[in-house]
């Protein structure tokens, strides 16, 4: 990047895009290096707090206002906190399969309605997908902390300005919950322990954004408009949208995956991202429409048109939605959106993903377009979360100051309540049953 060039990019700090700063999203090659912050953000903390699992972790819902959390997980903590969860709780905890390019073993828990069939679980929620959108982990982590912390008590949370009792954190349980809260743990560690703003995982032969790397539209040179003002991905290793060598390249994204093949039922997936005050409902490759089945992405005809915001002549397309869908998206977005907002009196907007900047692979618009692109699977709406906002390091400000951790805790806490207070207005799709057969099943 020409010194002109940066200057302007710090200038512009301000206009951030969710997850790239802009020299990032123009596709230029921005490789950002930490000195000295203009200010302080939050620590990363040394040592387990969580003791092994020994200790379990609490949010600040479930705490009397004015608590405060004053320092990040590191990812042994991650860990040690959801093996706390476990041990306090009760809740089972899983592995999956693939292990990472470090050697990481990735892991998650299931929180909920009592029935321990796969076909019982309706909601994904992860985090951690890009390393140094810093507070992602530990905000998922609060908010099942949370959940658990009110059932015992019998009691309901409390996020800033949002209250909710303890029948709604009994609705919301009974919504059986997957989370996985470090999808990324190659590239947290390493944005840990250099602060040098990393996006993407450690892959040795080319570092992966883990978001473009799902099978959605992933070959986006054959599937966009060329030239686009925002590239929905990169060929190049050096950028940090390189999506990979092939969809699904990444033991990190097989993992995600994997969760959502064994988990049939899924209905409702959010992946918790930072920052923009955004809440992203589908689709994310282009605008929506609802009157023409056949401009899908399915459809190669299409190949070379998507992506242009607003269309121009040669590069019309629009993404079709039902009607239904697109109203039960947004209005489950809308209330995230004004939930997270009330809670810290800060700015969230719902919106559809494209009106961001139009992007390949990402895991909401895979998790949605599983249905479509294959019948026999059950409908996924996928959502990304946009918590937080630009944090004072001008070298990175993915790294919140403390002030602005604690007020994603509370955000994002009532961001997942109404998420998944709306998700069961919306509907979980068919009644749980546990199959009379299966492995995961209990003898009865
Ligand atoms: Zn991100």
Redesign the pocket.
């Known amino acids: 990047m020409h010194i002109s060039q940066f200057l302007a990019f710090l200038g512009t700090l301000a206009a951030v895009n969710a ?1 790239l700063l802009p020299g990032e999203a123009e596709g230029g090659h921005l490789h950002a290096k930490r000195r000295a912050s203009s200010a302080p953000t939050v620590p990363i903390h040394a040592g387990d707090r969580f003791e092994g699992g020994a200790v379990a972790p609490r949010g600040l819902g479930s705490q009397p206002a004015g608590t405060k959390i004053g320092v990040l997980m590191n990812t042994v903590e991650i860990k040690s906190a959801v093996r706390g969860l476990v041990r306090q709780f009760g809740i089972q905890m899983f592995t999956t399969p693939d292990k990472t390019s470090q050697g990481a073993t990735m892991f998650g828990g299931k929180v909920g309605n009592g029935l321990d069939c796969d076909d019982a679980y309706r909601v994904y929620l992860t985090a951690g ?2 390393a140094r ?1 810093r507070g992602a982990s530990d905000n998922l982590i609060y908010f099942i902390s949370d959940l658990l912390w009110a059932q015992r008590l019998g009691t309901g949370l409390t996020y800033g300005n949002m209250k909710y009792t303890h029948d709604d954190v009994l609705i919301v349980l009974s919504t059986g919950i997957i989370f996985m809260p470090l999808v990324n743990p190659d590239g947290v560690k390493y944005d840990q322990a250099t602060g040098n703003c990393w996006r993407k995982n450690r892959n040795p032969s080319g570092a992966v954004d883990l ?1 473009r790397n799902f099978d959605f539209l992933w070959d986006y040179e054959t599937a966009f408009a060329p030239n686009l003002d925002t590239p929905p991905a990169s060929s190049d290793p050096d950028e940090v949208i390189y999506h990979g060598t092939s969809a699904f390249s990444e033991p990190e994204t097989r993992n995600v995956k994997w969760v959502m093949d064994k988990y049939p039922k899924l209905r409702w997936y959010v992946d918790l ?1 930072s920052y923009s005050g955004s809440v992203l409902y589908p689709w994310g490759d282009d605008t929506n429409q609802v009157s023409d089945p056949k401009q899908s992405f399915t459809n190669p005809d299409y190949d070379g048109k998507r992506g242009k915001i607003p269309d121009t002549s040669g590069h019309k397309y629009k993404e079709y939605i039902t009607k239904p869908d697109w109203d039960a998206a947004k209005n489950v977005a809308t209330k995230v959106a004004s939930g997270m907002k009330s809670a810290a009196k800060r700015k969230y907007d719902a919106r559809q993903s494209a009106y961001l900047y139009p992007s390949s692979g990402t895991s909401a618009d895979y998790a949605f377009s599983r249905s479509v692109a294959n019948g026999n699977l059950n409908k996924l709406y996928g959502f990304t979360i946009e918590f937080g906002f630009g944090g004072p390091d001008i070298y990175c400000s993915f790294y919140p100051s403390v002030d602005q951790f604690h007020d994603s805790i509370l955000e994002t806490g009532a961001g997942f309540m109404e998420f998944l207070l709306t998700a069961s207005q919306e509907g979980l799709g068919s009644s749980r049953e546990c199959p009379s057969e299966g492995p995961s099943c209990p003898a009865s």
């Open positions: 997850c997908v890009h959108e978001n991202h």
